[in-house]
């Protein structure tokens, strides 16, 4: 099993910035991909981005293409994810997952998650 604990969530206004880590714990983590979803109020889960588990090969939601940025440090155990350009439809609860089962932008294929934190986007 992969226990998750997210961090770094906070308050930010549109345009700014904010870095997300996960820290994993369990299994070996570099035998997971790392995935990030995002849930805002009266919306569904939705996919943000994931890094692969065995090359450095990322993927991200049309939403956040080119201002989310996903990397991950396997000595570490910690995914991060970069957020720039921050806009208020970006505001809601970040959780990361980790997942062996493809495809890996589906939520249904996560069996592990961490707990979210907020990022709320003012204008």
């Known amino acids: 099993q992969v226990q998750l604990v997210e961090s770094g969530g906070g308050l930010v206004q549109a345009g700014g910035s904010l870095k997300l880590s996960c820290a994993a714990s369990g299994r070996t983590f570099s035998s997971y991909a790392m995935g990030w979803f995002r849930q805002a109020p009266g919306k569904e889960r939705e996919f943000v981005g994931v890094?692969?588990?065995?090359?450095?090969?990322?993927h991200y939601a049309d939403s956040v293409k080119g201002r989310f940025t996903i990397s991950r440090d396997n000595a570490k155990n910690t995914v991060y994810l970069q957020m720039n350009s921050l806009k208020p439809e970006d505001t809601g609860v970040y959780f990361c997952?980790?997942?062996?089962?493809?495809?890996?932008?589906?939520?249904?294929?996560?069996?592990?998650w961490g707990q979210g934190t907020q990022v709320t986007v003012s204008s």
């Open positions: 890094i692969s588990w065995n090359i450095d090969k990322t």
């Open positions: 997952a980790a997942t062996r089962i493809y495809p890996v932008d589906d939520s249904i294929n996560y069996p592990y």
